[in-house]
């Protein structure tokens, strides 16, 4: 069976995926920031600790993965930071706090895995993203923090796509839905299980032609 890592796997969407690919069988890495999960989903998982703010723990999750094949990665780790900053009182500290985890870790965790992902004969790296990164679809402003840094790392996601074509890596965003986790509060439109169920489809699917694009979780392409 394949093998998946899933980064920011404690709760929500992340906790989700790790669940529904063990289940069906695939050798699953996981890494959350304490290192183990309270909940523990059957199957053949394997924890990490990971801090994707700090170069130092992105490193050593490359040192203990080092050698081993990666088929698919889901970088799920996200925060939605400050929602209501105004032009009138910028938070700065907040701002860079939220890029440095949606924007910066992605490419650094892409950087750090590499050479797994070319192990693996599916080299898939998949981020979550948001809609509401998508600057066609953004009728309803506010939100600042969130949305520069979904939009950001759409942008960078797009680049990687272009920049690892000779590797034959597919780099996609993905809109995971609306979902009731933490972070999507009690009246999202879709529970995690839904959403990685969708998710996990579309992976499945995915091909040199899908990769450097924008995808809502039902596959629906999502304009930047
Ligand atoms: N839920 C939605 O409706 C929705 C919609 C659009 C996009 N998304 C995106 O989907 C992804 C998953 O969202 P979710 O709803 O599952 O969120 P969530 O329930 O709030 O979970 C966020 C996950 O990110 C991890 N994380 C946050 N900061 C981290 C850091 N510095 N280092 C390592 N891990 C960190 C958290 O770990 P800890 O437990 O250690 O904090 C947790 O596992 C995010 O990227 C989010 O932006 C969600």
């Known amino acids: 069976m ?30 959350n ?8 989903p059957a199957g053949n998982i394997t924890w990490h600790p990971l801090e994707v703010r700090e170069q130092a723990s992105i490193d050593a999750l490359a040192a203990a993965l080092k050698g081993q094949s990666i088929d698919v990665a889901v970088l ?11 032009p009138e009182a910028i938070d700065r500290t907040a701002w860079a706090d939220v890029l440095a985890i949606n924007t910066m870790a992605p490419l650094a965790v892409a950087g750090a895995i590499r050479p797994n992902l070319l192990l ?16 066609a679809c953004n009728e309803t402003g506010s939100t600042y923090i969130y949305r520069s840094s979904k939009a950001a790392l759409n942008a960078v996601w797009r ?19 609306w979902v009731r986790t ?12 839904e959403s990685v169920a969708g ?11 899908e990769s450097g694009r924008f995808f809502n979780y039902d596959g629906t392409e999502l304009p930047w």
């Open 76 to 86: 799920c780790a996200g925060v939605m930071g400050p929602r209501t900053m105004v």
């Open 33 to 40: 920031r304490a290192g183990k999960s309270d909940q523990q």
């Open 182 to 193: 933490d972070m999507g509060g009690p009246n999202g439109e879709i529970s995690p299980e």
């Open 120 to 135: 693996g004969s599916q080299r898939k790296l998949v981020a979550l993203s948001s809609r509401l990164g998508s600057i």
């Open 199 to 209: 998710l996990r489809k579309q992976i499945a699917g995915l091909t040199m032609a």
């Open 159 to 177: 680049t990687l796509s272009i920049d690892t074509r000779g590797d034959g890596l597919i780099c996609t965003v993905f809109h995971p839905g």
């Open 2 to 31: 394949p093998t998946v890592l899933i980064v920011g796997a404690s709760r929500g969407i992340g906790l989700e995926f790790v669940r529904q690919y063990a289940a069906e069988g695939w050798t699953v890495h996981a890494t």
